[in-house]
């Protein structure tokens, strides 16, 4: 009987899953870690005239933009291996309009430059990425010297306008590195202020920022607010921990480390994975539907059920070693005791 139930349910069970997918779809949102296909393959850039050739440029320097997003590298946009996708921009070119300011916007097809990056051995980069929780302290100046003197500051929060503040911004847009500002509610509740981030200790802000959402936190120091200004940045990701200074640094050096860790390169591998903890059908629709959403895996199939265990049989960019990091970052499944013949097994989290 049980055979013959487990037999019925693979049968049966993409079907069933696909109407439980669409009731979820109404309900849950994506993490806020995961970049959108829009996010990663959208850019802004200068065109000088009207011309097509002024529009050519404009699209290879868009191309650029969204390379060094897709791959996780900082060099992307010159490097040589990548010149047959800059020079042949237009022809992936879903959409543009014209921007204001002398700007155009443009969205690229992504799933045509991940394919060509995959086919051609180059590094992609997941849209799931760690979200980098920003502590940042920033001096008013000597004029502003505290009576005991030491220096007074300011917090950098969500709500801040500052020029250093929106450049960061900007840095953490180009390079498709999401980031979480904490608001000015969150320090106060957290009892957070200008000297606990200028020369508190990095792992307690490090506990509250991941209790805040963040997979990683960057601690600054700057000593203004101007986009210019100096910052000495402490990052600290799982056991990771360094230092860097200058005022995109820290968002530059961060998003190095996540794609070292986490962008996959190489041909499409087979790989067995089984997830336990999958109670019911909606719990199996929500895990198939996050692993079909990952950019490294090209292909997905159910091999069999065993209590509350399912078997996934993946194609996957990067190998197991690969596979493991990524689908451990979101949380929702934790490596557990590897399975029969070494299978990689993960624990659902709901």
């Given amino acids: 009987m049980r055979q013959y139930f487990e037999t019925f349910t693979l049968r049966h069970l993409r079907r069933a899953a696909l109407l439980c997918l669409c009731a ?64 042949n921009a237009r022809r992936y070119v879903q959409q543009y309009r014209a921007a204001g300011d002398g700007q155009l916007w443009m969205a690229f097809d992504g799933a045509a430059i991940e394919r060509w990056l995959t086919q051609n051995g180059q590094p992609l980069w997941g849209r799931d990425r760690p979200a980098t929780f920003i502590w940042l302290a920033a001096q008013s100046g000597a004029a502003s010297a505290t009576p ?23 840095v953490a847009s180009q390079r498709g590195l999401p980031i979480i500002w904490p608001t000015v509610a969150d320090a106060q509740r957290n009892h957070v202020d200008y000297a606990a981030v200028y020369g508190g200790s990095p792992a307690v802000l490090a506990d509250i920022a991941r209790k805040l959402g963040g997979d990683g936190v960057l601690i600054g120091r700057a000593n203004g607010t101007s986009a210019t200004a100096g910052v000495r940045w402490t990052h600290i990701f799982q056991d990771h921990g360094s230092e860097y200074s200058g005022s995109a640094d820290g968002i530059n050096r961060a998003a190095d480390l996540y794609a070292s860790l986490f962008a996959a390169s190489g041909n499409l591998q087979p790989v067995e994975i089984e997830v336990t903890g999958v109670q019911d059908l909606r719990e199996y629709a929500g895990i198939e539907s996050y692993l079909e ?58």
Avoid: W
């Avoid at 500051?153 to 900007?170: F, Q, Y």
């Fill in 148 to 170: 005991s003197g030491g220096q007074s500051g300011v917090i950098i929060t969500a709500e801040d306008t500052s020029e250093l503040k929106t450049a960061i911004d900007a």
């Fill in 293 to 350: 959403s990952q950019t490294f895996i090209a292909h997905l199939s159910v091999q069999g059920l065993n209590g509350d265990t399912v078997r996934f049989r993946l194609e996957t960019r990067g190998g197991s070693e690969s596979l493991q990091r990524v689908l451990a970052l979101s949380g929702r499944l934790t490596p557990v005791a590897a399975g029969e013949n070494g299978v990689q097994r993960f624990q659902l989290h709901n």
């Fill in 24 to 87: 979820l779809s109404l309900q849950i949102c994506a993490p806020a870690r995961a970049l959108t296909r829009t996010e990663v393959y959208q850019a802004t850039a200068a065109v000088t005239d009207r011309s097509e050739a002024a529009q050519t440029a404009a699209f290879q320097s868009g191309m650029r933009i969204v390379l060094v997003r897709v791959t996780g590298s900082r060099g992307a946009d010159e490097d040589p291996a990548l010149a047959p996708l800059v020079s």
